[in-house]
Protein backbone atom coordinates (compact mmCIF):
# COMPACT_ATOMS: atom_id res chain seq x y z
CA UNK A 1 0.00 0.00 0.00
CA UNK A 2 2.98 2.53 0.45
CA UNK A 3 3.50 2.66 -3.59
CA UNK A 4 -0.17 4.10 -4.08
CA UNK A 5 0.93 6.08 -1.32
CA UNK A 6 3.33 7.64 -2.71
CA UNK A 7 1.94 8.23 -5.90
CA UNK A 8 -1.09 9.94 -4.77
CA UNK A 9 -3.38 7.16 -5.62
CA UNK A 10 -6.50 5.92 -3.57
CA UNK A 11 -6.02 2.37 -3.77
CA UNK A 12 -9.87 1.83 -4.88
CA UNK A 13 -9.27 3.87 -7.77
CA UNK A 14 -5.87 2.13 -8.67
CA UNK A 15 -7.91 -1.32 -8.85
CA UNK A 16 -10.23 0.84 -11.15
CA UNK A 17 -7.74 1.84 -13.35
CA UNK A 18 -6.04 -0.96 -13.70
CA UNK A 19 -9.21 -3.26 -14.82
CA UNK A 20 -9.62 -4.73 -11.21
CA UNK A 21 -12.66 -4.03 -8.92
CA UNK A 22 -14.82 -5.14 -5.96
CA UNK A 23 -13.36 -8.03 -3.57
CA UNK A 24 -11.38 -9.60 -6.61
CA UNK A 25 -8.78 -7.01 -6.80
CA UNK A 26 -6.45 -8.67 -3.83
CA UNK A 27 -6.98 -12.23 -5.24
CA UNK A 28 -6.43 -10.92 -8.87
CA UNK A 29 -3.20 -9.25 -7.48
CA UNK A 30 -1.34 -12.14 -6.17
CA UNK A 31 -1.64 -14.48 -8.81
CA UNK A 32 0.30 -13.55 -12.71
CA UNK A 33 -2.56 -14.70 -14.46
CA UNK A 34 -4.50 -12.02 -12.85
CA UNK A 35 -2.17 -9.39 -13.05
CA UNK A 36 -1.86 -9.70 -16.55
CA UNK A 37 -5.63 -9.75 -17.36
CA UNK A 38 -6.03 -6.73 -15.85
CA UNK A 39 -3.55 -5.12 -17.80
CA UNK A 40 -5.04 -6.23 -20.90
CA UNK A 41 -8.22 -5.09 -19.86
CA UNK A 42 -6.88 -1.39 -18.85
CA UNK A 43 -5.10 -0.79 -22.34
CA UNK A 44 -8.29 -1.94 -24.32
CA UNK A 45 -10.57 -0.15 -22.14
CA UNK A 46 -8.24 2.96 -22.42
CA UNK A 47 -7.46 2.88 -26.25
CA UNK A 48 -11.58 2.66 -26.82
CA UNK A 49 -11.67 5.69 -24.92
CA UNK A 50 -8.91 7.24 -26.88
CA UNK A 51 -11.01 6.00 -30.01
CA UNK A 52 -13.99 7.65 -29.11
CA UNK A 53 -12.71 10.99 -28.16
CA UNK A 54 -10.40 11.21 -31.16
CA UNK A 55 -11.10 14.49 -33.17
CA UNK A 56 -11.84 14.18 -37.26
CA UNK A 57 -9.80 15.61 -39.53
CA UNK A 58 -11.54 18.50 -41.57
CA UNK A 59 -11.90 19.00 -45.07
CA UNK A 60 -12.26 22.47 -45.93
CA UNK A 61 -12.88 24.62 -49.27
CA UNK A 62 -9.52 24.88 -50.65
CA UNK A 63 -7.87 27.86 -52.86
CA UNK A 64 -7.62 26.51 -56.01
CA UNK A 65 -6.75 29.60 -58.00
CA UNK A 66 -5.03 33.16 -57.08
CA UNK A 67 -8.24 34.85 -57.98
CA UNK A 68 -10.73 32.33 -56.12
CA UNK A 69 -13.23 33.53 -53.34
CA UNK A 70 -15.25 30.71 -53.19
CA UNK A 71 -16.28 27.57 -55.03
CA UNK A 72 -18.98 25.26 -56.23
CA UNK A 73 -19.02 21.15 -54.97
CA UNK A 74 -19.87 19.66 -58.37
CA UNK A 75 -20.20 16.29 -56.60
CA UNK A 76 -18.39 13.98 -54.34
CA UNK A 77 -16.41 11.32 -55.73
CA UNK A 78 -16.51 9.32 -52.19
CA UNK A 79 -19.72 8.55 -49.93
CA UNK A 80 -19.66 8.55 -46.10
CA UNK A 81 -18.41 5.37 -44.39
CA UNK A 82 -15.93 4.62 -47.52
CA UNK A 83 -12.31 4.26 -46.92
CA UNK A 84 -9.99 6.92 -48.19
CA UNK A 85 -6.54 6.31 -49.08
CA UNK A 86 -3.93 9.65 -49.11
CA UNK A 87 -3.95 11.22 -53.06
CA UNK A 88 -7.68 9.93 -53.33
CA UNK A 89 -9.81 12.06 -55.23
CA UNK A 90 -12.91 12.93 -52.39
CA UNK A 91 -15.33 15.76 -54.46
CA UNK A 92 -15.10 17.97 -57.83
CA UNK A 93 -14.50 21.56 -56.95
CA UNK A 94 -15.87 24.04 -59.98
CA UNK A 95 -13.39 27.46 -59.07
CA UNK A 96 -13.55 30.43 -61.38
CA UNK A 97 -11.05 28.87 -63.51
CA UNK A 98 -12.17 25.08 -64.20
CA UNK A 99 -13.49 22.22 -62.44
CA UNK A 100 -10.74 20.52 -60.04
CA UNK A 101 -10.76 17.39 -58.09
CA UNK A 102 -9.84 17.88 -54.22
CA UNK A 103 -7.51 15.18 -53.67
CA UNK A 104 -7.31 13.52 -49.59
CA UNK A 105 -4.13 14.67 -48.02
CA UNK A 106 -4.86 11.47 -45.22
CA UNK A 107 -5.61 7.97 -45.16
CA UNK A 108 -9.12 7.69 -43.39
CA UNK A 109 -12.73 7.01 -43.50
CA UNK A 110 -14.77 9.75 -45.07
CA UNK A 111 -17.08 10.62 -42.29
CA UNK A 112 -19.27 13.22 -42.79
CA UNK A 113 -20.31 15.21 -46.16
CA UNK A 114 -20.98 18.96 -45.07
CA UNK A 115 -21.64 20.26 -48.29
CA UNK A 116 -23.77 18.21 -50.76
CA UNK A 117 -23.32 18.08 -53.88
CA UNK A 118 -24.47 20.84 -56.29
CA UNK A 119 -23.94 23.52 -53.58
CA UNK A 120 -22.97 26.25 -55.03
CA UNK A 121 -20.81 29.52 -53.34
CA UNK A 122 -19.42 28.22 -50.90
CA UNK A 123 -16.78 30.48 -49.60
CA UNK A 124 -13.09 29.62 -49.05
CA UNK A 125 -12.50 27.89 -45.49
CA UNK A 126 -15.84 26.84 -45.02
CA UNK A 127 -16.12 22.84 -44.02
CA UNK A 128 -17.21 20.52 -46.72
CA UNK A 129 -16.48 17.19 -44.85
CA UNK A 130 -15.12 15.49 -41.95
CA UNK A 131 -12.80 12.50 -42.31
CA UNK A 132 -11.73 9.88 -39.21
CA UNK A 133 -8.86 7.83 -38.77
CA UNK A 134 -9.23 3.88 -39.63
CA UNK A 135 -10.70 1.81 -36.54
CA UNK A 136 -12.42 5.26 -35.19
CA UNK A 137 -15.94 4.84 -35.26
CA UNK A 138 -17.33 7.28 -38.00
CA UNK A 139 -21.20 7.07 -37.67
CA UNK A 140 -20.30 9.21 -33.89
CA UNK A 141 -18.90 11.26 -35.51
CA UNK A 142 -20.57 14.86 -35.06
CA UNK A 143 -20.70 17.95 -36.99
CA UNK A 144 -19.05 21.07 -35.26
CA UNK A 145 -21.86 23.69 -34.94
CA UNK A 146 -19.50 26.32 -36.58
CA UNK A 147 -19.17 25.34 -39.97
CA UNK A 148 -18.64 28.66 -41.61
CA UNK A 149 -15.23 30.00 -43.36
CA UNK A 150 -12.91 32.01 -40.78
CA UNK A 151 -14.09 35.37 -40.00
CA UNK A 152 -12.00 37.96 -41.29
CA UNK A 153 -9.36 40.18 -39.27
CA UNK A 154 -11.28 43.04 -37.56
CA UNK A 155 -10.71 46.69 -38.97
CA UNK A 156 -9.28 49.50 -36.85
CA UNK A 157 -12.32 51.18 -35.99
CA UNK A 158 -12.82 54.64 -37.68
CA UNK A 159 -14.42 57.42 -35.95
CA UNK A 160 -17.93 58.00 -37.47
CA UNK A 161 -18.17 61.65 -39.02
CA UNK A 162 -20.90 63.75 -37.44
CA UNK A 163 -23.79 63.94 -38.82
CA UNK A 164 -25.29 66.62 -41.21
CA UNK A 165 -27.64 68.94 -40.20
CA UNK A 166 -30.87 67.89 -41.52
CA UNK A 167 -32.37 70.42 -43.88
CA UNK A 168 -36.53 70.45 -43.90
CA UNK A 169 -38.00 69.55 -46.78
CA UNK A 170 -41.93 70.65 -47.82
CA UNK A 171 -43.90 67.63 -48.04
CA UNK A 172 -45.49 67.56 -51.56
CA UNK A 173 -48.94 67.40 -51.95
CA UNK A 174 -50.21 63.48 -52.97
CA UNK A 175 -51.83 63.51 -56.40
CA UNK A 176 -55.39 63.57 -56.63
CA UNK A 177 -56.65 60.15 -56.46
CA UNK A 178 -58.85 59.35 -59.43
CA UNK A 179 -57.53 62.36 -61.79
CA UNK A 180 -55.74 60.38 -65.05
CA UNK A 181 -52.15 61.62 -66.06
CA UNK A 182 -50.68 61.62 -69.58
CA UNK A 183 -47.51 61.93 -70.90
CA UNK A 184 -47.91 65.18 -73.01
CA UNK A 185 -45.54 66.20 -76.25
CA UNK A 186 -44.45 69.41 -75.65
CA UNK A 187 -46.97 71.20 -78.51
CA UNK A 188 -49.62 69.50 -76.80
CA UNK A 189 -48.24 71.00 -73.05
CA UNK A 190 -48.37 74.50 -74.70
CA UNK A 191 -51.44 74.40 -75.78
CA UNK A 192 -53.32 73.24 -72.73
CA UNK A 193 -51.51 75.95 -70.87
CA UNK A 194 -52.48 78.63 -73.37
CA UNK A 195 -56.28 77.58 -72.95
CA UNK A 196 -56.26 76.53 -69.58
CA UNK A 197 -57.48 73.02 -69.75
CA UNK A 198 -56.42 69.86 -69.04
CA UNK A 199 -55.39 66.68 -70.47
CA UNK A 200 -57.72 64.49 -68.44
CA UNK A 201 -60.74 66.31 -70.38
CA UNK A 202 -59.67 64.85 -73.26
CA UNK A 203 -58.53 61.72 -74.44
CA UNK A 204 -54.31 60.13 -75.34
CA UNK A 205 -54.44 58.81 -78.69
CA UNK A 206 -50.67 58.94 -79.25
CA UNK A 207 -48.26 56.28 -79.09
CA UNK A 208 -47.79 54.62 -75.78
CA UNK A 209 -50.46 56.58 -74.04
CA UNK A 210 -49.06 60.13 -75.17
CA UNK A 211 -51.08 63.39 -75.68
CA UNK A 212 -50.55 64.58 -78.83
CA UNK A 213 -50.78 68.04 -79.88
CA UNK A 214 -54.27 66.92 -82.12
CA UNK A 215 -55.66 65.93 -78.72
CA UNK A 216 -55.02 68.94 -77.70
CA UNK A 217 -56.28 70.96 -80.13
CA UNK A 218 -59.77 69.21 -80.15
CA UNK A 219 -60.07 70.04 -76.61
CA UNK A 220 -60.02 73.56 -77.39
CA UNK A 221 -62.62 73.26 -80.13
CA UNK A 222 -64.77 71.49 -77.71
CA UNK A 223 -64.32 74.12 -75.67
CA UNK A 224 -65.53 76.98 -78.50
CA UNK A 225 -68.54 75.13 -79.16
CA UNK A 226 -69.09 75.38 -75.08
CA UNK A 227 -69.15 71.58 -74.14
CA UNK A 228 -66.36 71.74 -71.75
CA UNK A 229 -65.35 74.50 -69.03
CA UNK A 230 -61.79 75.92 -68.38
CA UNK A 231 -59.63 73.73 -66.00
CA UNK A 232 -60.29 76.42 -62.67
CA UNK A 233 -57.01 75.70 -60.07
CA UNK A 234 -57.79 74.36 -56.99
CA UNK A 235 -57.75 76.96 -53.92
CA UNK A 236 -54.05 76.44 -52.52
CA UNK A 237 -54.19 74.18 -49.72
CA UNK A 238 -52.90 75.25 -46.00
CA UNK A 239 -48.99 75.46 -46.11
CA UNK A 240 -47.40 72.35 -44.29
CA UNK A 241 -45.80 72.00 -42.10
CA UNK A 242 -41.83 71.26 -42.87
CA UNK A 243 -40.50 68.32 -42.08
CA UNK A 244 -36.69 66.55 -41.99
CA UNK A 245 -36.86 64.19 -44.94
CA UNK A 246 -33.35 62.23 -46.40
CA UNK A 247 -32.30 63.44 -49.63
CA UNK A 248 -34.75 62.18 -52.57
CA UNK A 249 -33.74 61.17 -56.00
CA UNK A 250 -35.72 63.76 -58.53
CA UNK A 251 -39.29 63.29 -58.82
CA UNK A 252 -40.25 61.76 -62.46
CA UNK A 253 -42.17 63.88 -64.50
CA UNK A 254 -45.87 64.76 -63.79
CA UNK A 255 -47.07 62.90 -66.73
CA UNK A 256 -45.14 59.71 -66.19
CA UNK A 257 -44.71 57.49 -69.12
CA UNK A 258 -47.51 54.34 -68.95
CA UNK A 259 -46.26 51.11 -68.47
CA UNK A 260 -48.46 49.23 -70.63
CA UNK A 261 -46.42 47.18 -72.01
CA UNK A 262 -43.69 46.86 -69.46
CA UNK A 263 -40.72 48.88 -70.88
CA UNK A 264 -37.62 49.79 -68.66
CA UNK A 265 -36.79 53.38 -67.90
CA UNK A 266 -33.17 53.99 -67.30
CA UNK A 267 -31.51 55.20 -64.33
CA UNK A 268 -33.62 52.28 -63.11
CA UNK A 269 -33.90 48.64 -61.97
CA UNK A 270 -35.96 46.76 -64.99
CA UNK A 271 -39.33 45.96 -65.11
CA UNK A 272 -40.46 42.32 -64.51
CA UNK A 273 -41.21 40.97 -67.73
CA UNK A 274 -38.90 42.67 -70.06
CA UNK A 275 -35.98 40.49 -69.41
CA UNK A 276 -35.01 36.47 -68.54
CA UNK A 277 -32.81 36.14 -65.71
CA UNK A 278 -29.43 33.89 -66.71
CA UNK A 279 -27.34 32.72 -64.04
CA UNK A 280 -23.79 33.10 -63.36
CA UNK A 281 -21.41 30.59 -63.32
CA UNK A 282 -18.33 31.39 -60.46
CA UNK A 283 -16.02 31.64 -63.96
CA UNK A 284 -18.82 33.90 -65.56
CA UNK A 285 -18.77 36.26 -62.66
CA UNK A 286 -14.61 36.33 -62.29
CA UNK A 287 -14.19 37.53 -65.55
CA UNK A 288 -16.58 40.09 -65.60
CA UNK A 289 -14.88 41.76 -62.69
CA UNK A 290 -11.68 40.85 -63.80
CA UNK A 291 -12.44 42.47 -67.38
CA UNK A 292 -13.86 45.37 -65.56
CA UNK A 293 -10.69 46.36 -63.49
CA UNK A 294 -8.72 45.63 -66.65
CA UNK A 295 -10.36 48.30 -68.63
CA UNK A 296 -10.82 50.69 -65.77
CA UNK A 297 -7.35 50.39 -64.03
CA UNK A 298 -4.62 50.02 -67.29
CA UNK A 299 -4.54 52.42 -69.83
CA UNK A 300 -4.58 50.01 -73.22
CA UNK A 301 -2.67 51.38 -76.11
CA UNK A 302 -3.30 49.48 -78.97
CA UNK A 303 -0.65 48.74 -82.21
CA UNK A 304 -1.79 46.91 -85.55
CA UNK A 305 0.32 45.95 -88.27
CA UNK A 306 -0.91 43.39 -91.59
CA UNK A 307 1.85 40.38 -91.66
CA UNK A 308 2.71 38.14 -94.76
CA UNK A 309 1.90 34.65 -94.14
CA UNK A 310 3.38 33.62 -97.63
CA UNK A 311 6.12 31.56 -96.09
CA UNK A 312 4.42 30.28 -93.11
CA UNK A 313 1.93 29.14 -95.37
CA UNK A 314 4.74 27.48 -97.27
CA UNK A 315 6.23 25.85 -94.10
CA UNK A 316 2.97 24.48 -92.87
CA UNK A 317 2.32 22.89 -96.71
CA UNK A 318 5.67 21.07 -96.38
CA UNK A 319 4.75 19.33 -92.73
CA UNK A 320 1.67 18.43 -93.90
CA UNK A 321 3.09 16.58 -96.55
CA UNK A 322 5.57 14.88 -93.63
CA UNK A 323 1.98 14.07 -92.28
CA UNK A 324 2.55 16.54 -89.25
CA UNK A 325 0.04 18.42 -88.41
CA UNK A 326 -0.01 21.57 -87.13
CA UNK A 327 -1.97 25.32 -87.55
CA UNK A 328 -1.32 28.75 -88.34
CA UNK A 329 -1.52 30.12 -84.74
CA UNK A 330 1.00 27.32 -83.63
CA UNK A 331 3.76 29.39 -85.87
CA UNK A 332 2.20 32.35 -84.31
CA UNK A 333 3.01 31.30 -80.93
CA UNK A 334 6.41 30.42 -81.73
CA UNK A 335 7.06 33.73 -83.55
CA UNK A 336 5.66 35.71 -80.17
CA UNK A 337 7.36 33.59 -77.55
CA UNK A 338 10.83 34.06 -79.64
CA UNK A 339 9.94 37.79 -80.40
CA UNK A 340 9.92 37.98 -76.37
CA UNK A 341 13.06 36.47 -75.74
CA UNK A 342 14.64 38.45 -78.15
CA UNK A 343 12.74 41.57 -76.31
CA UNK A 344 12.75 40.69 -72.54
CA UNK A 345 11.37 44.17 -72.62
CA UNK A 346 8.12 43.09 -73.46
CA UNK A 347 7.76 39.78 -71.45
CA UNK A 348 7.55 42.09 -68.12
CA UNK A 349 4.39 42.07 -65.94
CA UNK A 350 2.90 45.18 -63.60
CA UNK A 351 2.95 44.30 -59.76
CA UNK A 352 0.98 47.92 -58.64
CA UNK A 353 4.29 49.34 -58.10
CA UNK A 354 6.48 48.93 -61.31
CA UNK A 355 7.46 46.82 -64.23
CA UNK A 356 9.11 43.04 -63.13
CA UNK A 357 11.15 41.20 -66.03
CA UNK A 358 10.13 37.85 -66.12
CA UNK A 359 12.80 34.89 -66.55
CA UNK A 360 10.55 32.51 -68.04
CA UNK A 361 8.48 32.49 -71.83
CA UNK A 362 4.90 31.40 -71.29
CA UNK A 363 2.24 32.00 -73.57
CA UNK A 364 -1.13 31.79 -72.70
CA UNK A 365 -3.97 30.88 -75.68
CA UNK A 366 -7.19 32.00 -75.32
CA UNK A 367 -10.00 29.04 -75.44
CA UNK A 368 -13.58 29.42 -75.64
CA UNK A 369 -15.42 27.10 -73.66
CA UNK A 370 -19.27 26.70 -72.57
CA UNK A 371 -18.36 28.15 -69.43
CA UNK A 372 -16.67 31.10 -70.27
CA UNK A 373 -13.08 32.44 -72.03
CA UNK A 374 -9.89 30.55 -70.43
CA UNK A 375 -6.00 30.72 -71.06
CA UNK A 376 -4.04 27.81 -70.74
CA UNK A 377 -0.35 28.14 -70.57
CA UNK A 378 2.42 27.03 -73.18
CA UNK A 379 5.03 26.63 -70.87
CA UNK A 380 8.45 27.52 -71.94
CA UNK A 381 7.34 28.26 -75.75
CA UNK A 382 10.31 29.60 -77.03
CA UNK A 383 12.10 26.33 -76.13
CA UNK A 384 9.63 23.99 -77.80
CA UNK A 385 9.42 23.15 -81.64
CA UNK A 386 6.14 23.58 -83.54
CA UNK A 387 4.97 20.00 -83.70
CA UNK A 388 5.47 20.19 -79.32
CA UNK A 389 3.72 23.55 -79.58
CA UNK A 390 0.71 21.96 -81.53
CA UNK A 391 0.57 19.24 -79.25
CA UNK A 392 0.32 21.27 -76.23
CA UNK A 393 -2.12 23.18 -77.09
CA UNK A 394 -4.38 20.43 -78.35
CA UNK A 395 -4.08 18.48 -75.36
CA UNK A 396 -4.53 21.76 -72.99
CA UNK A 397 -7.81 22.92 -75.28
CA UNK A 398 -9.76 19.74 -74.61
CA UNK A 399 -9.06 19.78 -71.21
CA UNK A 400 -10.21 23.38 -70.48
CA UNK A 401 -13.33 22.39 -73.03
CA UNK A 402 -14.01 19.39 -70.75
CA UNK A 403 -13.57 21.42 -67.52
CA UNK A 404 -10.58 19.40 -66.67
CA UNK A 405 -7.45 22.12 -66.02
CA UNK A 406 -5.08 21.40 -63.21
CA UNK A 407 -4.14 25.26 -61.43
CA UNK A 408 -1.00 24.57 -62.65
CA UNK A 409 -1.97 24.62 -66.33
CA UNK A 410 -4.04 28.17 -66.74
CA UNK A 411 -2.10 29.86 -64.02
CA UNK A 412 0.79 32.33 -64.61
CA UNK A 413 1.24 33.08 -68.04
CA UNK A 414 3.49 36.59 -69.73
CA UNK A 415 1.68 37.16 -72.61
CA UNK A 416 -1.46 36.22 -73.95
CA UNK A 417 -2.79 35.48 -77.43
CA UNK A 418 -6.49 35.23 -78.44
CA UNK A 419 -7.46 34.36 -82.54
CA UNK A 420 -10.42 34.77 -83.70
CA UNK A 421 -9.82 34.26 -87.16
CA UNK A 422 -11.05 30.83 -87.43
CA UNK A 423 -14.66 32.85 -87.29
CA UNK A 424 -13.91 34.80 -90.03
CA UNK A 425 -12.96 37.59 -88.00
CA UNK A 426 -10.50 40.55 -89.94
CA UNK A 427 -9.71 42.69 -86.63
CA UNK A 428 -10.46 43.02 -82.79
CA UNK A 429 -9.07 44.41 -79.29
CA UNK A 430 -8.93 42.74 -76.67
CA UNK A 431 -8.48 43.16 -73.11
CA UNK A 432 -5.33 42.84 -71.06
CA UNK A 433 -5.25 40.03 -68.50
CA UNK A 434 -3.46 40.68 -65.86
CA UNK A 435 -0.86 40.98 -64.17
CA UNK A 436 0.37 40.53 -68.24
CA UNK A 437 1.39 43.92 -69.87
CA UNK A 438 0.37 42.44 -73.32
CA UNK A 439 -2.38 40.38 -75.27
CA UNK A 440 -2.11 39.63 -78.74
CA UNK A 441 -5.62 39.47 -81.49
CA UNK A 442 -5.00 37.71 -84.17
CA UNK A 443 -7.86 38.07 -87.48
CA UNK A 444 -8.29 35.93 -90.23
CA UNK A 445 -5.76 35.37 -92.95
CA UNK A 446 -7.11 37.13 -96.75
CA UNK A 447 -5.95 37.16 -100.21
CA UNK A 448 -4.29 40.40 -101.55
CA UNK A 449 -3.04 41.47 -104.57
CA UNK A 450 -0.23 44.18 -104.34
CA UNK A 451 2.36 45.67 -107.35
CA UNK A 452 5.62 43.84 -107.23
CA UNK A 453 8.67 44.30 -109.34
CA UNK A 454 10.53 41.24 -110.47
CA UNK A 455 14.55 40.71 -110.45
CA UNK A 456 14.29 42.75 -114.44
CA UNK A 457 12.42 45.49 -112.73
CA UNK A 458 9.09 44.86 -114.34
CA UNK A 459 5.99 45.54 -112.40
CA UNK A 460 3.34 42.85 -111.69
CA UNK A 461 0.24 42.37 -109.68
CA UNK A 462 1.07 39.26 -106.91
CA UNK A 463 -1.02 37.88 -104.33
CA UNK A 464 -0.10 38.02 -100.91
CA UNK A 465 -1.79 36.24 -98.09
CA UNK A 466 -2.26 38.71 -94.68
CA UNK A 467 -2.99 38.91 -92.07
CA UNK A 468 -3.54 41.68 -89.57
CA UNK A 469 -2.85 41.60 -85.62
CA UNK A 470 -3.77 43.87 -83.05
CA UNK A 471 -1.53 44.08 -79.86
CA UNK A 472 -2.95 46.08 -76.66
CA UNK A 473 -0.29 46.80 -74.26
CA UNK A 474 -0.57 48.10 -70.62
CA UNK A 475 1.41 51.84 -71.52
CA UNK A 476 2.66 51.81 -67.52
CA UNK A 477 5.06 49.04 -68.31
CA UNK A 478 5.38 48.97 -72.49
CA UNK A 479 5.55 52.24 -74.33
CA UNK A 480 4.09 52.74 -77.98
CA UNK A 481 7.87 53.04 -79.99
CA UNK A 482 8.57 49.71 -77.82
CA UNK A 483 5.29 48.05 -78.69
CA UNK A 484 5.78 49.22 -82.53
CA UNK A 485 8.77 47.69 -82.42
CA UNK A 486 7.32 44.68 -81.39
CA UNK A 487 4.60 44.13 -84.19
CA UNK A 488 7.92 44.90 -86.44
Same mark, same amino acid.
Given at each position: &????WR??? +? ?17 V ?5 G ?10 W ?29 K ?12 D?L???? @? ?9 ? #? ?28 G ?6 E ?7 P ?12 ? +? ?28 EK??L?A??G ?10 K ?20 A ?14 A ?8 ? &? ?11 V??TF ?13 K ?6 ? @? ?14 ? /? ?14 V ?16 G????W????P?? /???? #? ?25 E?? #? ?6 K??R ?22 G ?17 V ?5 V????Q ?33 ? #?
Amino acid at each position: &MAAPWRLGW +EPWLLRCVLGFGGRRGPAVLKGAAGWSAGRGASRRWLHSTRRLQADPIKILMPSLSPTMEEGNIVKWLKKEGEAVSAGDALCEIE @TDKAVVTLDAS #DDGILARIVVEGGSKNVRLGSLIGLLVEEGQDWKRVEIPKDVGPPSPPSKPSVPHPSP +EPQTSIPVKPEVTPGKLQFRLSPAARNILEKHTLDASQGTATGPRGIFTKEDALKLVHLKQLGKITESRPAPAPPAAPTVPLPAQAPAGPSYPRP &MIPPMSIPGQPNVAGTFTEIPASNIRRVIAKRLTESKS @TIPHAYTTVDCDLGAV /LKARQNLIRDNIKVSVNDFIIKAAAVTLKQMPGVNVSWDGEGPKQ /LPFV #DISVAVATDRGLITPVIKDAAAKGIQEIA #DSVKALSKKARDGKLLPEEYQGGSFSISNLGMFGIDEFTSVINPPQACILSVGRFRPVLKLAQDEEGNASLQQHQLIKVTMSSDSRAVDDELATRTN #D
